[in-house]
């Protein structure tokens, strides 16, 4: 993929975290990752988009030591495609206009690997379930965080089968992060 090629990837939320600019980067990246509901994004909550009640916490938070300390973060997360490794940055910060938010990723890598089924939306879903860092994109395994491909020969997820459903947590290290990373953290 030749990111340099698309338009940026930014998003602004108003005071109540809905969405009311998105660029058009925005749809490009969510029609190439079949992220369904895009188009009908603006107006709603950010948090609709945000899987995971601890996920959600911890970025609530997050947004609300941004809008108190009028400061701009820049952050590593990974946003994997099922062939591709996606490293980027998320710059969070105040935008024009008092309580809006404005978030823009740019990707910093992109590295192909051999396709990870877990990670392709497309395919069918048991009733097993898999605990994925909505930050990192490591998968918990035992009493590890792991990449996909060792969490897929791990648990036997290369076959054709059913794949796990994935419920979004944070790992110890990106709560750490995100809390170490946050203006005012230490109040």
Do not use: H
Not at 47 to 68: N, P, T
Not at 81 to 106: D, K, N, S
């Amino acid at each position: 993929m030749d990111s340099d090629a698309k338009d940026p990837l930014w998003y602004v939320i108003d005071g109540d975290d809905r969405l009311v600019q998105v660029s058009t980067g925005y749809f490009d990246f969510a029609a190439r990752n079949d992220l369904p509901g895009a188009d009908r994004a603006l107006g709603r909550p950010l948090w609709d988009f945000v899987a995971g009640e601890s996920v959600r916490a911890v970025q609530k938070a997050f947004i609300r030591r941004v809008r108190r300390s009028g400061m701009t973060v820049v952050l590593p997360f990974r946003c994997d495609g099922p062939e591709v490794r996606r490293e980027q940055l998320l710059t969070v910060g105040p935008a024009e206009g008092g309580e809006m938010i404005v978030f823009m990723t740019q990707v910093v890598a992109e590295l192909p690997r051999p396709r990870q089924a877990l990670l392709d939306r497309r395919r069918e879903r048991g009733k097993r379930t898999v605990v994925m860092c909505s930050w990192c994109d490591r998968v918990e395994e035992g009493s590890a965080w792991v990449e996909v491909e060792q969490a897929a020969l791990a648990l036997g997820l290369t076959g054709d089968g059913d794949m796990p459903r994935i419920r979004y947590d944070l790992c110890e290290e990106c709560v750490l992060e995100l809390n170490q990373a946050s203006p005012g953290a230490e109040e």
